[in-house]
């Protein structure tokens, strides 16, 4: 592994943060804008510069829902179907285009083969309701004989036991510890990292799909409108979610990670939907961005489940009155990612270290068996290279398993002292930036054949070691706070210009709510003897603060929201309980729009619940390399 030697650094270039009490607007002319106040000088020179001022949007914390779904693989019922997201199946029973000829000897030979094709159906289901009730009567005869052999041995060598067979005691008791393990878990993610689990933005529209963490729904939001789309998407299978991805070319498809598998939705905007657009989403998608609509959606959700939800012991029918808890198994998806065409998709899981390819279209899915079938191997990121030829997958064990997508072969790197907890692939597929954990290094994988080639090199491109400085006030005896540190995610925008970096809180107790932002040059990785200047400083970004008044702000943000979405109840929701907060929020989750007319937008998802979009104004060199 080569190590680049660090030309300059954020210190060296002069390149002070914020301070505290500043938020950050955006980018221009290689500066960054930080507003103090509304008054502040520095948004006029934004706006003149041509700035565009993006709102932000805010997910309350605590929300209350009505209506659950309780079906699978087609078509969702809910128990209050006109509060929550509109249905429609994906079979339908076919009409009878037949001519009816009354009177005739053809009329009574049709309805006499009628009747016996009735009768042939009647008997069939006879026979297969016969074979259902007698598999159930065998299932529940080998239960009753688990739990009395179970209860004849002590309770902890029943648990050893009979800890993992379906139906006992001791399977149930273990089900149950795991269950409220993951709530206590979810819990505790709220409070550090917020409401908002992940953030998606659509491939072709300027649509953001919106994971909340606390009630496992997803909300819209379509910048063409600037508002929510009135329905939310809900299952009682979509429990624990962990990624969201939108399918390319295929309208509004999106698959989302979680317990049971991966939930793929299909969503029909509704008639009311127009073409109307202002002029942030020209900016981000053109002028024609078609919206979603200010009617209701029709939506179906398809579970995909690898290996079949029978397998993992998760019903293929739940009851409507109550929702039942799932444990974490062998089809859980930690990670998702659509090839660019949208005809497969990669979903990387929590409980082993196998992928599975999915035909979308079949819906069947294919294993790759390469990394280990334990937990220590599980699958934690999985990136699609943006010509599709290359796949990368991050997992439990520390290995880097770089894919090509013609044969699938591949190649392993197990020496990265640590788990990689984010990577991003450049624009021109031929390099990929990543981060490990507990370490303040950005790596690089260069590839230097065409592919299918896996010949590829690692090499550490920057470091940002922890240190004290000075913030951009402006005062000789400017407050000094500590910056960098470990690095826990990264993004790479659409055209490969600019790479932002998010820090871990380890002991350097460094400010990490700023994120920092380099100048890209990939050009540099592939020079001979390698090159320094691969990633140069640029700036940092801070986001918007908690607030004096962010108690009220909550309080009516629940009202207003839950308003705006149908299919929550505003007379329901409690607001969120008052906590004592601590320093500036930290960013949970940020990414960049695929589309931007005048440089890159950078989507950041806050621990108070905020949104926040921070575009950066520059000329796009993209070359397209697919």
């Known amino acids: 592994m080569n190590a680049y030697k660090v030309a300059s650094t954020f210190e060296d270039r002069g390149i002070r943060p914020p301070a505290e009490d500043s938020v950050t607007v955006g980018e221009s002319d290689l500066n960054f804008i930080h507003l103090h106040s509304g008054d502040d000088s520095g948004l006029l020179q934004y706006v003149r ?7 932000h949007i805010m997910i309350p914390e605590a929300l209350q829902l009505r209506g659950a779904s309780t079906s699978v693989g087609g078509v969702n019922s809910y128990a209050d179907e006109k509060d929550s997201v509109s249905t429609k199946p994906i079979m339908r029973k076919q009409s009878d285009s037949s001519i009816s000829v009354s009177g005739t000897r053809e009329h009574r030979a049709s309805t006499e083969e009628g009747s016996a094709l009735e009768t042939a159906f009647a008997h069939a289901m006879w026979l297969w309701n016969a074979k259902k009730h007698t598999s159930e009567l065998i299932r529940n005869t080998q239960t009753r004989a688990l739990l009395i052999a179970e209860s004849w041995l002590p309770s902890p060598i029943a648990a050893v036991v009979f800890g993992d067979v379906s139906g006992t005691l001791s399977a149930a008791t273990a089900e149950r510890l795991q269950v409220e393990q993951a709530n206590e878990e979810r819990e505790m ?33 379509d910048l063409t409108t600037n508002a929510w789309c009135p329905n939310v998407l809900q ?64 939506a179906w959700m398809t579970l995909l489940s690898f290996p079949p939800l029978t397998a993992n012991g998760i019903p293929a029918q739940l009851p409507l009155d109550k929702k039942v808890a799932f444990r974490r198994s062998s089809a859980s998806a930690s990670s998702l990612a659509f090839s660019p065409s949208g005809q497969w998709l990669v979903a990387g899981h929590q409980a082993h270290g196998h992928l599975a390819v999915w035909d979308v279209a079949l819906g069947t899915a294919t294993p790759l068996k390469r990394s280990g079938s334990s937990s220590r191997a599980a699958t934690r990121k999985v990136e699609i290279s943006p010509n599709g030829r290359y796949l990368v997958s991050a997992h439990a064990n520390g290995q880097l398993r770089l894919w090509e997508t013609e044969s699938w072969t591949s190649r392993v790197w197990s020496d990265l002292q640590g788990n990689i907890t984010q990577f991003a692939w450049a624009p021109d597929s031929r390099s990929l930036f990543f981060a490990v954990a507990k370490r ?139 906590r004592v907060r601590l320093g500036p929020p930290i960013p949970s989750w940020f990414g960049f729009a695929p589309n931007f007319t005048h440089g890159a937008l950078l989507t950041v998802a806050w621990a108070n619940g905020k949104i926040s979009f921070v575009p950066m104004l520059f000329k796009s060199n993209t070359t397209d390399s697919r």
Not at 49 to 55: D, K, L, R, T, V
């Open 189 to 221: 993610l709220t409070k550090t990292e917020g409401p908002i689990t992940c953030v998606a933005w659509h491939p072709h529209r300027s649509l953001v799909a919106i994971a909340h963490r606390a009630t496992d729904t997803i909300f819209l939001y």
């Open 49 to 55: 510069s041509g700035g565009i001022a993006f709102p």
């Open 440 to 578: 303040s290094d950005i790596y690089a994988l260069a590839l230097y054949k065409a592919p299918p080639s896996i010949d590829a090199e690692i090499s550490i491109v920057t470091s940002f070691e922890a240190h004290a400085t000075a913030v951009s006030s402006g005062d000789d005896d400017a407050e000094r706070i500590r910056v960098g540190g470990a690095i826990k995610s990264l993004a790479i925008d659409p055209s490969g210009q600019r790479l932002v970096v998010g820090f871990d809180d380890d002991s350097a107790s460094s400010d990490i709510s700023l994120l920092a932002v380099y100048l890209v040059n990939t050009n540099a990785l592939f020079r001979a003897g390698g090159d320094s200047s691969a990633l140069m400083p640029l700036g940092y970004i801070r986001g918007p603060d908690w607030g004096e008044r962010q108690q009220k702000q909550q309080d009516s943000g629940v009202a207003s929201f839950s308003s705006s979405v149908r299919g929550s109840d505003p007379r329901n929701s409690k607001p969120p309980k008052k």
């Open 235 to 298: 299952n009682i299978y979509m429990q624990g979610i962990t990624a969201m991805a939108w399918q390319p070319n295929c309208g509004y498809a999106l698959a989302v990670g979680c317990t049971a598998g991966v939930c793929l939705w299909n969503i029909i905007p509704s008639a009311t939907s127009s073409g109307s657009s202002n002029n942030i989403a020209a900016a981000v998608d053109g002028p024609k961005a078609p919206s979603l609509g200010t009617g209701q959606l029709s």
